[in-house]
């Protein structure tokens, strides 16, 4: 009788010391989920610029050989995943209709395309179908990308089409990074009060580098998506594997 009942303490506590084990390991999990996150939305910040400080945000320099031998192989590991597949376009480019405009949402456009970024670009006025309904189109458009920039002139905040796209992407993703603003010739005074809370790229300085800014800023996104996607993947695993082991304890 005396050995049953050390037994059944033996055995309570196993049971808690395995129950203390598997909250020490989901706490784990979380923190790490926590910090990939952070540290996402830091390196994304690490090269923007608050809409107070906008010169700063090109004042960017190339990196040195040799500091991030890893990062051409994880831009392309981020360019042929799943995630970024899942969404017809990595950019939706959104202009104002005046020629000057549409100029340079092309040329921006042909540098996000061009070999080695080979970007998927959503513009207007060559993708939208003819004959099909606008608003219809704008907004599977939207909806259809991973990333919206919003090239933003004084004929941006004059075109119906353009303030309702910014809604539109607003709406998808409020608050979230997936927001690129891009101004050019635009006094800090007109720059639209719903975008205020958003870093952005000034483009009136040195358009060249605002491109290069941009395309940096979408492969880290992608590279985030591969990224939260595994620690995911993993967190669920071991989840798994977690509960198998405590279904086999209970079996024994």
């Keep these: 009788m005396v050995l049953n009942k050390y037994d059944d ?22 923190e790490q989920e926590a910090k990939v996150t952070k540290k ?38 981020a360019l042929s995943s799943l995630q970024r597949w899942s969404r017809k376009y990595d950019v939706f480019v959104c202009h104002s209709s005046v020629g000057g405009d549409i100029e340079e949402a ?19 006025h060559r993708d939208d179908c003819p004959g099909g309904a606008i608003s219809t189109e704008l ?18 905040l004059q075109d119906d089409w353009c303030i309702y796209m910014m809604h539109q992407a607003l709406a998808e993703g409020p608050m979230s990074s997936r927001i690129i603003p891009m101004i050019q ?32 800023t979408v492969l880290k996104y992608l590279e985030d998506l591969v990224k939260n996607e595994k620690t995911l993947d993993c967190s669920m695993d071991s989840s798994s594997n977690r509960l198998t082991e405590e279904d086999s304890s209970k079996k024994t």
């Design 185 to 216: 010739n635009l006094p800090r005074s007109q720059y639209p009060q719903e975008l205020k809370f958003y870093f952005y790229i000034d483009l009136s300085r040195n358009p060249d580098q605002g491109y290069t800014l941009l395309n940096r």
């Design 40 to 77: 996402s939305a830091s390196s994304v910040n690490s090269v923007s610029a608050s809409p107070s400080s906008a010169p700063s945000f090109c004042s960017f320099s190339p990196s040195s050989p040799g500091t991030t031998p890893s990062k051409p192989v994880q831009s392309q590991s």
């Design 139 to 156: 907004c599977q458009a939207v909806q259809s990308s991973h990333l919206w920039a919003l090239f933003i002139t004084p004929n941006f």
């Design 106 to 124: 092309g040329r921006l456009v042909s540098f996000l395309e061009a070999s080695p970024r080979s970007l998927r670009c959503f513009l207007r």
């Design 9 to 30: 303490t033996n055995n309570m506590h196993g049971w808690f010391q395995k129950l203390l084990k598997s909250r020490v390991s989901s706490s784990a999990q979380h």
